[in-house]
């Protein structure tokens, strides 16, 4: 499997962006695409994750309620809607596929996101 993130930019607060990670290759393979995020200075962190079978979402306390992620099984394709975004969200964003195993172990590069006050 072959993942491809896009869709990062400069956004002000309260503005939104909408992340796409297009997979490729095995794709029937994957069990779940995640995205994450690291900040300048700081460690990796979870954002997001769907299943890919059933569609199940499950977020990080803090984007939950503000950010969504989906799918789209024609297209391989898990966006991630981010809403009312702060400046505290800027970082690079990466997303990420995982086996039956739930580990992450297949990653696109990242896509940047600044969200400036």
């Known amino acids: 499997v072959q993942l491809q993130a896009s869709g990062g930019g400069l956004v002000q607060a309260g503005g939104s962006l909408r992340l796409s990670c297009a997979a490729s290759?095995?794709?029937?393979?994957?069990?779940?695409v995640g995205w994450f995020r690291q900040a300048p200075g700081k460690e990796r962190e979870f954002v997001a994750r769907i299943t890919w079978s059933t569609g199940s979402a499950y977020y990080s306390d803090s984007v939950k309620g503000r950010f969504t992620i989906s799918k789209d099984n024609a297209k391989n394709t898990v966006y991630l809607q981010m809403n009312s975004l702060k400046p505290e969200d800027t970082a690079v964003y990466y997303c990420?596929?995982?086996?039956?195993?739930?580990?992450?172990?297949?990653w696109g590069q990242g896509t940047e996101v600044t969200v400036s006050s």
């Open positions: 290759g095995r794709t029937f393979s994957m069990y779940r």
């Open positions: 990420a596929a995982a086996g039956l195993d739930d580990r992450y172990d297949i």
